[in-house]
């Protein structure tokens, strides 16, 4: 379990990094709209929303047989092979990439862990823009492309979303 936050700039090779940015920013991937930031009971005021693509959610079955039967989880492979050499994860709990839509002024969404048991958060950035990632405790990480964020789960955090770009586009890992 991390008990700090790790920042690691380029962290992959230009031509995997650049393979994730191209499937993600393209018709390909195929996002839903979902309602809320957070959790459902912390809908915000502004009925503010994302879009998001997953890769794996809660599955069971091996990340081997992931690999093998999401064509889509190929394309993140070598990520998820190189997040395994920084933190050793047991299992993958979620893989899912956000979009999040420009918005007029930024304010940071709800704080929140995403599990309430002992897991490991990893957050990919596929394009720089002036959105990032806050801590309850006040640290703040920009959203530069090709940067991995890992930080202990039960650390609370919100997205702040950016104004200067049309989207923000980011991939979320969950490991324990």
């Known amino acids: 379990m991390m008990k700090e936050l790790k920042i690691i700039d380029n ?13 993600i920013m393209s018709p390909r991937c195929q996002w839903r709209f979902v309602d809320f930031i957070a959790h459902k009971d912390n809908k915000n005021e502004d009925n503010d929303g994302y879009f998001v693509h997953s890769f794996t959610d809660c599955d069971p079955i091996s990340l081997k047989e992931r690999f093998q039967r999401s064509p889509n989880f190929s394309i993140i492979s ?20 956000s979009l999040y839509p420009r918005r007029e002024y930024q304010k940071p969404d709800a704080m929140h862990t995403d599990y309430k048991f002992s897991h490991n958060v990893c957050i990919f950035y596929i ?13 703040k990480v920009s959203s530069v492309e090709n940067r991995l964020l890992i930080f202990n789960g039960l ?12 989207a923000r586009f980011i991939i979320n890992i969950n490991t324990i």
């Open 155 to 166: 650390e609370r955090h919100c997205s702040v979303v950016q104004s200067d770009s049309a």
């Open 78 to 97: 070598n990520l998820m092979e190189k997040i395994n050499q920084e933190i050793s994860y047991k299992d993958v709990l979620r893989v899912r990439s």
């Open 11 to 23: 962290f992959l090779d230009q031509d995997s990094f650049l393979e994730i940015k191209k499937f």
């Open 127 to 139: 394009n720089t823009n002036n959105g990032y990632t806050l801590f309850e405790k006040g640290e």
